[in-house]
């Protein structure tokens, strides 16, 4: 039988590990805390880029770092045109949810899609803009409820302004929905 010699100078401790960032290129499906703290990461104290200080170089290539982070309330694709084919495809964690897939960047440099689940409390204001706090997220008098996940698209112009003569093709495929139809909600930006 084994019997490991006693060394009184060895020790074994706890040691709390960091999870490392989603790397470039990759799609990671990861739980709600994680999000949060790769999005810290990209934003750092600001939990919306709209909230960023003005000449944030968030989108100069240098700090823009294409990825898809997907987790069970929100799905994030940061979307680099040179690398769009990398980041196409985005979606949230769960059973039969709303996928997007990006067949044509378009005209924007970088972009930023978001889905957010339209049925959940407080879900879909994690995408929509600081200022539309207030915004009803109700459907049009007439239709049913939003049958899909709110999609949010930021894009901005080689020189990181908002880009505002944007076209862009996207295929949105929500299971088993009978017809859909888009509803384009747009935001004023400074």
């Known amino acids: 039988r084994f019997r490991p010699e006693y060394d009184p100078d060895c020790s074994i401790g706890l040691r709390c ?5 989603c790397p470039e290129l990759t799609t990671c499906v990861v739980g709600r805390g994680r999000l949060a703290g790769e999005l810290m990461a990209i934003l750092g104290a600001y939990t919306r880029i709209e909230l960023l200080p003005a000449g944030n170089d968030l989108c100069h290539d240098h700090h823009f770092h294409p990825k898809v982070l997907s987790s069970i309330d929100r799905a994030e694709a940061h979307i680099a045109h040179q690398k769009w084919q990398w980041g196409k495809e ?12 990006v067949t044509d960047p378009g ?5 930023i899609i978001s ?3 339209s049925h959940l409390e407080g879900a879909a204001g994690q995408v929509l803009p600081a200022d539309a706090a207030e915004f009803p997220l109700l459907p049009p008098d007439g239709f049913d409820p939003w049958y899909t996940d709110v999609i949010r698209i930021q894009a901005f112009t080689p020189g990181c302004a908002v880009a505002t003569d944007l076209r862009l093709a996207l295929d949105v495929f929500a299971p088993g929905a009978p017809a859909l139809r888009c509803f384009h909600f747009a935001f004023e930006t400074d």
């Open 115 to 117: 889905l957010a689940a």
């Open 17 to 21: 590990g960091q999870f490392a960032l």
């Open 107 to 111: 005209t924007a440099d970088k972009l």
């Open 90 to 101: 985005i979606y949230r964690n769960i059973p039969g949810g709303t996928r997007v897939h």
